[in-house]
């Protein structure tokens, strides 16, 4: 199994920047992708972005703003949030998707005020 712990989550004010990490128990390299998701309230979850080996993709809400990277020596991978908006206000998940199987991390909050 893989474990994955969400840490840099907290309350940021509207415009300001936030980066959440990611450490996974397992080498980066061996998953098929990583990624990011995020249910606010009232919302469904989302996914906000993922990282490759070869690529990197965001939810169109968040281009420009968020930038998802990894470091595989450390096994960790990174959300870097600039320009941060209420709406980005949620619960953030980190996923690994490794041999067509789906693990997921408990979660960390983000808060955006006004």
């Known amino acids: 199994q893989v474990q994955l712990v969400e840490s840099g989550g907290g309350l940021v004010q509207a415009g300001g920047s936030l980066r959440l990490s990611c450490a996974a128990s397992?080498?980066?390299?061996?998953?098929?992708?990583m990624g990011w998701y995020r249910q606010a309230p009232g919302k469904q979850r989302e996914l906000v972005a993922t990282?490759?080996?070869?690529?990197?993709n965001y939810v169109e809400s968040v281009k420009g703003r968020f930038t998802i990277s990894r470091d595989n020596a450390k096994n960790t991978v990174y959300l870097q949030m600039n320009s941060m908006k209420p709406e980005d206000t949620a619960v953030y998940y980190c996923n690994a998707n490794r041999y067509d199987l789906d693990y997921w991390g408990k979660g960390t909050l983000v808060t955006v005020s006004l």
């Open positions: 397992v080498n980066i390299f061996s998953t098929n992708a």
């Open positions: 990282i490759t080996s070869r690529r990197t």
